[in-house]
């Protein structure tokens, strides 16, 4: 892979920790046990037996937790710790040199990205969890873990496509987010004060 295709992965791998951390590496380090990608530099780390093991338990526990309204929530609240780091781990491991060297600009950038998909991911659940029925809630967590499953598979033969379709399925969470709220705060009476 050249630069720009690292590139590519990086950010769509710290995009994905974002919102399925776990997932994520367990996936990417499965794909390099297997032989489907060989991973650059760093990376290598997540084909580890303890990582690929510990990664496969909390993403089966991430997957149940993420089904239960309130209980996804105070899920997303601890899991900020995590994803965050994680998607800095992973953009810069992507780009490290050949030599192992990570880049702290690179960790940022990655961070950055994982703190913008974990703070809308967080944050339309959060939206969703008003909502007194679960088949909404279920139905976003079924859909969360089918953009990481398809975007991580992708991100190994098309990087920059899956980092595309990434951005655009964010930028239509974020639509439809900004479309729900201007629908409630339009039928708010007149002379009610916001709360």
Known sequence: ?????????????????GVRAYLTVFGLGLAGVLG????????ALCQSPWVLGTAGV?????????????????????????????GAFLASAALAGPDGD???????????????SHGLK???????????????NWTASLGEDAVAVGALGLAFA???????????????????????????FRRRPQGVPAA
Do not use: Y
Not at 122 to 136: D, F, Q, W, Y
């Open 36 to 43: 489907w990608i060989e991973l650059p530099g760093t990376l």
């Open 58 to 86: 909390l993403a089966a526990v991430e997957f149940s937790a993420d089904k239960i309204p309130g209980v996804d929530s105070g899920w997303d609240l601890l899991q900020t710790l995590l994803r965050i780091p994680a």
């Open 1 to 17: 892979m050249n630069e720009a295709h690292l590139f590519a992965l990086g950010m769509t791998l710290a995009w994905l920790a």
């Open 158 to 184: 098309h990087p920059w496509l899956a980092l595309a379709l990434l951005l655009g399925c964010s930028l239509a969470a974020l639509a439809a987010v900004v479309w729900v709220l201007r629908r409630v």
């Open 122 to 136: 967080a944050g339309t659940r959060a939206l969703i969890n008003t909502s007194p029925e679960p088949l909404s």
């Open 102 to 116: 990570m880049s702290w600009g690179w960790a940022a950038t990655g961070a950055g990205a994982a703190a913008l």
